[in-house]
T-cell receptor, first 111, second 115 residues
């Protein structure tokens, strides 16, 4: 199994600022995934992050708004830039390690 | 592109009774995985059950079982002997087998188990 931790677990931010979310996995994995879960909604994939290459973004998500780093096989960061209240969501990190594992999520509130 | 549909936004069941959650999906792939995930109020995603599309036998995990109809692209979840701890959001999900690709989630069904 894979154990995933995320920091911070929650944050309240002002509009126009940026927040970087960290994801740490206890196993080396090739791909890491970042999902967004808006209030009362399902999970939507933001991007796939491979170590050593640029992240692949899904339709509707762009690198300028959600830059991602993947410096090694156990760590990734997602930055939510120039935040607005519409960015208020839970952001989840996920990996595939024989099955899909999810982090506990980061609850972001933008005022 | 793959899509996953769950037609029941909310459901409720009496404790100890049986409930079935529906899921349909659309794909042109032949080899894939289907999942049911549970998300309790703690928001931690928990894998309930997994089905490989190439297996005809329906997957079971204790009180949880699925009815997988590949031709109909249907994948329902049956929860037997419902318990209060089963109260959660349940998401049906799809993943291509070829590259252990991203997981596509359905909109979810909110299940309430009533004492």
């Amino acid at each position: 199994s894979a154990v995933i931790s995320q920091k911070p677990s929650r944050d309240i931010c002002q509009r126009g600022t940026s927040l970087t979310i960290q994801c740490q996995v206890d196993s080396q994995v090739t791909m890491m995934f970042w999902y967004r879960q808006q209030p009362g909604q399902s999970l939507t994939l933001i991007a796939t992050a491979n170590q050593g290459s640029e992240a692949t973004y899904e339709s509707g998500f762009v690198i300028d708004k959600f830059p991602i780093s993947r410096p090694n096989l156990t760590f990734s960061t997602l930055t939510v830039s120039n935040m607005s209240p519409e960015d208020s969501s839970i952001y989840l990190c996920s990996v595939y390690y024989n099955e899909q594992f999810f982090g506990p999520g980061t609850r972001l509130t933008v005022l | 592109a793959q899509t996953v549909t769950q037609s029941q936004p909310e459901m409720s069941v009496q404790e100890a009774e049986t409930v079935t959650l529906s899921c349909t999906y659309d794909t042109s792939e032949n080899n894939y995985y289907l999942f049911w995930y549970k998300q309790p109020p703690s928001r931690q995603m928990i894998l309930v059950i997994r089905q490989e599309a190439y297996k005809q036998q329906n997957a079971t995990e204790n009180r949880f079982s699925v009815n997988f109809q590949k031709a109909a692209k249907s994948f329902s979840l049956k929860i037997s002997d419902s318990q209060l701890g089963d109260t959660a959001m349940y998401f049906c999900a799809f993943m291509k087998l070829s590259s252990y690709d991203k997981v596509i989630f359905g909109p979810g069904t909110s299940l309430s188990v009533i004492p």
